[in-house]
């Protein structure tokens, strides 16, 4: 069956350090790939897209992810956290049908 | 840039209710969905529909219908509200290409007592 699995279920990184959130996929072929976020009491925001091609993904909010075929992977990272960054991350995948699918989410709390 | 709106952001209703919650996109977008949210299961697709007065069942169909009388409106009924239908609910469309890019409103925090 296909899944999208995030396997953190919170994260606390503080303010300025790096940060990585694992996305793991299970389809019969590579989908398209998403990572979304969500502020407390919002709807969710596109951050990037994996269509094809380059593997690194560049996004909104100085977010960038990479792509890992291999190892069936589709990680979130960012260089330098900021507050404003503390919200829900939804990675999804999609095979172009109608339903995508989502991973149950991971919170991440920045501390000062 | 895409705009979804939920007419609804919090709702609160008894048991037994009928329950409709609205959403509208400007975009001319020919798909259009409902999730439902909660805590630890991520995003679970309830109705989508991909033109005017077509409708499919997701994974989560019981319970609840839907209603696509314009391109740009599509409805969520609840026929009889149950508790275990407390909820967040998000609509979101997408284009015809519908590659799994979705815009999603700001969602609807329904409670049921």
């Known amino acids: 069956a296909q899944s999208v699995t995030q396997p953190d279920i919170h994260i606390t990184v503080s303010e300025g350090a790096s940060l990585e959130l694992r996305c793991n996929y299970s389809?019969?072929?590579?989908?398209?790939l998403f990572w979304y976020v969500q502020s407390p009491g919002q709807g969710l925001q596109l951050l990037l897209k994996?269509?094809?091609?380059?593997?690194l993904v560049q996004g909104i909010k100085g977010f960038e992810a990479e792509f890992k075929r291999s190892q069936s992977s589709f990680n979130l990272r960012k260089p330098s956290v900021h507050w404003s960054d503390a919200a829900e991350y939804f990675c999804?995948?999609?095979?172009?049908?109608?339903?995508?699918?989502f991973g149950a989410g991971t919170r991440l709390f920045v501390k000062a | 840039d895409v705009k979804v709106t939920q007419s609804s952001r919090y709702l609160v209703k008894r048991t037994g209710e009928k329950v409709f919650l609205e959403c509208v996109q400007d975009?001319?977008?020919?798909?259009m969905f409902w999730y439902r949210q909660d805590p630890g299961l991520g995003l679970r697709l309830i109705y989508f529909?991909?033109?005017?007065?077509?409708?499919e069942k997701g994974d989560i169909p019981e319970g609840y219908s839907v209603s696509r009388e314009k391109k740009e409106r599509f409805s969520l009924i609840l026929e009889s509200a149950s508790t275990n239908q407390t909820s967040m609910y998000l609509c979101?469309?997408?284009?015809?290409?519908?590659?799994?890019?979705?815009?999603f409103g700001e969602g609807s925090r329904l409670t049921v007592l």
């Open positions: 979101a469309s997408s284009g015809g290409t519908n590659t799994g890019e979705l815009f």
């Open positions: 389809y019969g072929a590579t989908p398209y």
């Open positions: 994996y269509f094809s091609g380059d593997t």
């Open positions: 999804a995948g999609s095979t172009g049908g109608f339903k995508t699918i």
């Open positions: 975009m001319d977008h020919e798909n």
């Open positions: 529909s991909y033109d005017v007065k077509m409708k």
